[in-house]
């Protein structure tokens, strides 16, 4: 079974800048997609970022040139770059993974963007 152990949320003023990491642990056998979403309350889960095995990103076109996604095969680990971040960016930030087994997801962190 895979976890999900997410960091790296907090308080930030509009403009300003923070890291999310999400350390995958367990039994990892292969991982297909690795990827953010974010939720506001009252609202429905929507994708942020992810990337593929290979490499293939993908990115909502509302955080597109300001926020980034990477990964590090060698710790199971993926990454969620976010700059220039904004009032609406304001939200729980949720990883996935993405297995043969299925889809796993974190417990989520919170990103509060307010001045």
């Known amino acids: 079974q895979v976890q999900l152990v997410e960091s790296g949320g907090g308080l930030v003023q509009p403009g300003g800048s923070l890291r999310l990491s999400c350390a995958a642990s367990g039994r990892i056998f292969s991982i297909a997609v690795m990827g953010w979403y974010r939720q506001v309350p009252g609202n429905e889960r929507e994708l942020v970022a992810t990337?593929?095995?290979?490499?293939?990103?993908k990115y909502a076109d509302s955080v597109k040139g300001r926020f980034s996604i990477s990964t590090d095969n060698g710790k199971n680990a993926v990454y969620l770059q976010m700059n220039s971040l904004k009032t609406e960016d304001t939200a729980v930030y949720y990883c996935?993974?993405?297995?043969?087994?299925?889809?796993?997801w974190g417990q989520g962190t919170l990103v509060t963007v307010s001045s």
């Open positions: 990337i593929t095995s290979r490499g293939v990103l």
């Open positions: 996935k993974v993405l297995t043969p087994s299925g889809a796993v």
